[in-house]
Nanobody, 111 residues
Framework: QVQLVESGGGLVQPGGSLRLSCAAS???????MDWYRQAPGKEREWVAG???????TYAVTVQGRFTISRDNAKNTVFLQMNSLKPEETAVYYC??????WGQGTQVTVSA
């Protein structure tokens, strides 16, 4: 089973940007991939997805500000996040549909 490791989180000011990475332990070229997030005290929510052929989809709340992409040669998926808001403070996870959850990476948006 492919294991995923998220990285790139950190502290950023409102309006700032971060680029998250999701590194897989094996090939991901045949898998669609998703990013989720879980804010404190809230349920985990889907943020963005990308098909095996590279077609992206986004939650309405992040449309136009976040960009999901993938590099199959490096077995890595990315999430570029721009114009971040304090309410987007959360642990961000990547996931293969039906696969296990990783540890996630913390994103804190605060002045």
């Amino acid at each position: 089973q492919v294991q995923l490791v998220e990285s790139g989180g950190g502290l950023v000011q409102p309006g700032g940007s971060l680029r998250l990475s999701c590194a897989a332990s094996g090939s991901i070229f045949s898998f669609s991939m998703d990013w989720y997030r879980q804010a404190p005290g809230k349920e985990r929510e889907w943020v963005a997805g990308i098909t095996d052929s590279g077609t992206p989809t986004y939650a309405v709340t992040v449309q136009g500000r976040f960009t999901i992409s993938r590099d199959n040669a490096k077995n890595t998926v990315f999430l570029q996040m721009n114009s971040l808001k304090p309410e987007e403070t959360a642990v961000y996870y990547c996931k293969i549909p039906g696969g296990p959850w990783g540890q996630g990476t913390q994103v804190t948006v605060s002045a």
